[in-house]
Antibody
Framework: EAQLLESGGGLVQPGGSLRLSCAASGFTFSSYAMNWVRQAPGKGLEWVSTISSSGGSTYYADSVKGRFTISRDNSKNTLSLQMNSLRAEDTALYYC?????????????WGQGTLVTVSS | SYVLTQPPSVSVAPGQTARITCGGNNIGGKSVHWYQQKPGQAPVLVVY???DRPSGIPERFSGSNSGNTATLTISRVEAGDEADYYC????????????FGTGTKVTVL
């Protein structure tokens, strides 16, 4: 059974940085694209970033482009999200999610999320 | 950018049928996926590719997609189905964009 476990969230001041990690198990991590999706308190789901299975291609939502960097270590089955220049509007629960690996692209499963709070 | 619109809320009595719509421009030409999110929990995939169910999801959950509207139908609603539901597509017309609907809160009366 595929499982994902996020870590690294916390309280950070505006303009600060934070690095999230996601440990994957139960599937061949190196064969699947991986994603970060966030959910602001009381709000809906927002796609943040995707990285291809090899790590050679990355994609970002306009809201985080230039500030966030997604990466992966296939030898350690780990996904990361480096978040710089954080803003109050980045406050959210950040989920990592396995990509379906198909053209139509869905997310399954999801981790339990890690909370990022940007506040002074 | 591509927009998916859902009703904010749907109320249904136990044993009845709940229908949750997801509107988007020519959404019938895309594959739609649906997620269930219960309070304090991560989203769970309940329907993918318009109408397929992952293993472990009850047959009571079904989906359809045509024209400008996709629909998630929950038959014989149970109290445990009370949750937020989100539709999602991959927008191939833009730079690798995953788009989520606005979300629908299903309340079991």
């Amino acid at each position: 059974e595929a499982q994902l476990l996020e870590s690294g969230g916390g309280l950070v001041q505006p303009g600060g940085s934070l690095r999230l990690s996601c440990a994957a198990s139960g599937f061949t991590f190196s064969s699947y694209a991986m994603n970060w999706v966030r959910q602001a308190p009381g709000k809906g789901l927002e796609w943040v970033s995707t990285i291809s299975s090899s790590g050679g291609s990355t994609y970002y939502a306009d809201s985080v482009k230039g500030r966030f960097t997604i990466s992966r270590d296939n030898s350690k089955n780990t996904l990361s999200l480096q978040m710089n220049s954080l803003r109050a509007e980045d406050t959210a629960l950040y989920y990592c999610a396995k990509d379906s690996g198909t053209y139509s692209a869905w997310f399954d499963p999801w981790g339990q999320g890690t909370l990022v709070t940007v506040s002074s | 950018s591509y927009v998916l619109t859902q009703p904010p809320s749907v109320s249904v009595a136990p044993g009845q049928t709940a229908r949750i719509t997801c509107g988007g421009n020519n959404i019938g030409g895309k594959s739609v996926h649906w997620y269930q999110q219960k309070p304090g929990q991560a989203p769970v995939l309940v329907v993918y590719d318009d109408s397929d169910r992952p293993s472990g999801i009850p047959e009571r959950f079904s989906g359809s997609n045509s024209g400008n509207t996709a629909t998630l139908t929950i038959s014989r609603v149970e109290a445990g189905d009370e949750a937020d539901y989100y539709c999602q597509v991959w927008d191939s017309s833009s730079d690798h964009r995953y788009v989520f609907g606005t979300g629908t809160k299903v309340t079991v009366l």
